[in-house]
């Protein structure tokens, strides 16, 4: 398939967002048992007037319809009970926000497109709801250097649209881009599907501003790539979700919108096999090679089952992985060639068994709706528990097979994610939530990804989900000096409690 400037349209997560009630601060089969944190203020009249003196009537939300959504995550795991929704304009509104909320001793919880896995963007009790959605500005595009500035509600697909029509292009592309905002994909340091080409928001990120506990606001917004003077204490803000500060605007590197772009979907009969491809891929793709990504057959057999319209591009057979690898570059015969000769060498050696290149960009977001619609066919399957996993790339699907014999008939395992970057998104179905399950799965699952030095959060956060996990991942004296930088920008502690780090930290 090449696609010329063409924008593949995947499925957001703004038609699974639901708002049914679940059992406060519960998640999967476990409650979380968290106390209140005591020094925190309840929020009163008082607080609700001088709320409506700084903001617009419209944007002070009470109305309970508009806090169940809210309150709780899309997966309808994550409830919190919060009585007040607040949604700025500007960065001055987030900065008398956050001053008055720090004065008071009233938590918050920073929320953008509230798309988040691990329960880092909804109040855990009831902290004050601060929504960036509506400002949603595009500042400024460079259009020699591609860098873009604009507010940090921006939803990234609209990002990407504006940028389509500079030749342009975000260089993060999330199945949830219909809905995420970019200051929450700064916020979570989110990876995605072009990671192996683009890199991490590290590294695209040029400049933040961001608004501290206190109300300060920190003018980081620089257009430099180039900047070696002290302290780059933007990075602190990237992945810190929330814990630091309000990100409110956005600086970026955006890279060129090529105009050849091709798919294909492979399949291959072991894993060995995919990691060969991995190989070869960078090797011989090198330049063009902008996405690698894989599934297992229990991925594809719950997408074929659960998804209405996806078919199986290889219908006489099922095999035990796929692959999709997307190249990306300017000469449309030449990429398609290279693409071709590629799979022809590999199905010559052996490493692939069929395969398909897309023929137009119908065909294609086919393809891509079988990789980015297994989240949502687990969610129609029943429980299902996530982990998001970095691992090495000889050893990522290991921990699919052990956890498979651990758990027996008692649970499909599926292992799916983005190969090219290590990142394995190994999620455990079952019919319903089962403490007995949950038991076979933590501490497993983090105590085998910390042996084999790998990390509980690939991608997705720490949230409150993995909060008290990240000793797993991260030395007692790393995790000292993050609770050390937390006291310092958040001395009350407000700005999103209960996530990121231990709780023994948010002690008063």
Known sequence: MASRGGVL??????????????????????????????????????????????????????????????????????????????????????????????????????????????????????????????????????????????????????????????????????????????????????????????????GNVLGLEVVLADGTVLDMLGSLRKDNTGYDLKHLFIGSEGTLGIITKVSILTPARLSSTNLAFLACEDYSSCQELLLKAKRGLGEVLSAFEFLDTNSMDLVLDKLEGVRNPFPSSLHKFYVLIETTGTDDSYDRAKLETFLVNSMEGGLISDGVIAQDINQASSFWRIREGITEALMKAGAVYKYDLSLPVEK?????????????????????????????????????????VFAQIEPFVYEWTAEHRGSISAEHGLGLMKADKIHYSKSTETVRLMASIKKLVDPNGIMNPYKVLPQSIYSP
Not at 56 to 65: A, G, K, L, M, Y
Not at 414 to 429: F, P, R, V
């Open 9 to 202: 349209h995947r499925p957001n997560k703004e038609s699974l967002i639901a708002t049914s009630r679940i059992h406060q601060r519960s998640f999967g089969s476990t409650t979380i048992n968290i106390q209140r944190n005591p020094s925190f203020s309840m929020i009163n009249s008082d607080d609700i007037n001088y709320f409506r003196d700084i903001l617009d009537d419209n944007t002070v939300i009470q109305d309970e319809d508009r806090l169940s959504s809210a309150n709780i995550d899309w997966m309808r795991k994550y409830k919190g009970s919060s009585k007040l929704l607040l949604l700025p304009k500007d960065t001055d509104e987030v900065s008398k926000i956050l001053r008055y909320c720090n004065s008071r001793r009233l938590a918050v919880v920073p929320q953008g497109g509230n798309t988040g896995l691990v329960g880092g963007s909804v109040p855990v009790y009831d902290e004050v709801i601060v929504n960036v959605g509506l400002m949603n500005k595009i500042i400024s595009l460079d259009k020699v250097s591609g860098i873009l500035k604009c507010e940090a509600g921006c939803i990234l697909q609209n990002l990407d649209s504006f940028l389509a029509n500079e030749c342009y292009l975000m260089p993060i592309d999330l199945g949830a881009k219909g809905s995420c905002q970019i200051g929450g994909n700064v916020s979570t340091n989110a990876g995605g599907l072009h990671f192996v080409r683009y890199g991490s928001l590290h």
């Open 396 to 436: 990522l699907y290991d921990i699919v097979v052990e956890m498979q014999l651990r758990l027996g008939s008692s649970a499909k395992v599926c292992g799916y994610g983005h190969l090219g970057d290590g990142n394995l998104h190994l999620n455990i179905s079952t019919p319903n939530y089962d403490d007995n």
